[in-house]
């Protein structure tokens, strides 16, 4: 069977995860430590989602770290499913989280009158762009385990 | 070759199109209607996506119930995958501006001050829950699609 590069088990998708888990825990800092988050919904939820895609990311990560040093990676259709699953409905949700706080930035941003202190502002949109490219790296893996299931 | 029930060319792939226009459509129509639509970047993103989601989804349909009439579906690959990613790149645009735009709607209705008349904030409202249900629609669809694509 060929190897697909960025499916589970290999060093690019220990490499993607290592990513995703560093760009979801840099969204939840950045969105963390400014000190109004509670206020707004949608701030609340990113920092919920990123806090079920690090643990999700990072276990994957040990996963794949393992199968690369004893190089025996994982090929039962039935685990390969549950990780495909769970990262199209963690790519969704991340999707969605992003999309949510850029729009609220966004609205925070161009509304006059001062609701959005310029410092917190920023942080609220670096928070927005790491969860993007949080999901941009699981849809990526997502799409590559995707492509292994079929030739199991 | 087994049948993959809501692939391209089967009568349920062509409800789930007309339902894709029909939402996609309200929602656009949801939209529009309220006055004040162009103050907002996620509402314009939003009218932008259903006014490209529309014609796709209609163009669908009109092949799916020519295929249910001639009795004849596609089985060439090369079209079948321009369908499916397609519906996989619209469904992701649908999906971020119907969160965008939810996330919008609930900061007006949440905020303190009178930035949002209860009439449009329903009307917006409305329009979020449709492009939500248009975006389930059209996921359901790139699914089927994407099973039936290994076996040709």
Same mark, same amino acid.
């Given at each position: 069977?060929?190897?697909?590069? @960025?499916?589970v088990g290999t060093s690019a998708s220990f490499s993607l995860r290592l990513g995703q888990t560093m &760009?979801?825990?840099? =969204?939840l800092l950045f969105m963390s430590l400014g000190v109004e988050f509670y206020s707004y919904t949608a701030f609340c939820y990113l920092v919920t989602i990123m806090g +079920?895609?690090?643990p999700w990311s990072?276990?994957?990560?040990?996963?794949? @770290?393992?199968s690369v040093l004893v190089k025996c990676p994982i090929r039962q259709p039935g685990i390969l499913l549950i990780i495909v699953v769970g990262d199209w409905v963690l790519? $969704? +949700? $991340?999707?969605?989280?992003?999309? =949510?706080?850029?729009?609220v930035v966004?609205?925070? +941003?161009?509304?006059? @009158?001062?609701?959005?202190?310029?410092? &917190?502002?920023?942080?609220?949109q670096i928070s927005a762009v790491m969860a993007f490219l949080s999901? &941009? +790296?699981?849809f990526a893996s997502s799409l590559f385990n995707l492509w292994l299931l079929p030739s199991l």
């Open positions: 069977m060929d190897e697909v590069p @960025g499916s &760009f979801a825990s840099a =969204s +079920l895609v690090i990072f276990t994957l990560a040990l996963v794949d @770290g393992y790519s $969704t +949700l $991340t999707l969605a989280a992003a999309c =949510s706080t850029a729009s966004n609205l925070l +941003l161009n509304s006059h @009158g001062s609701i959005c202190p310029p410092k &917190f502002c920023n942080r609220y999901w &941009f +790296l699981s």
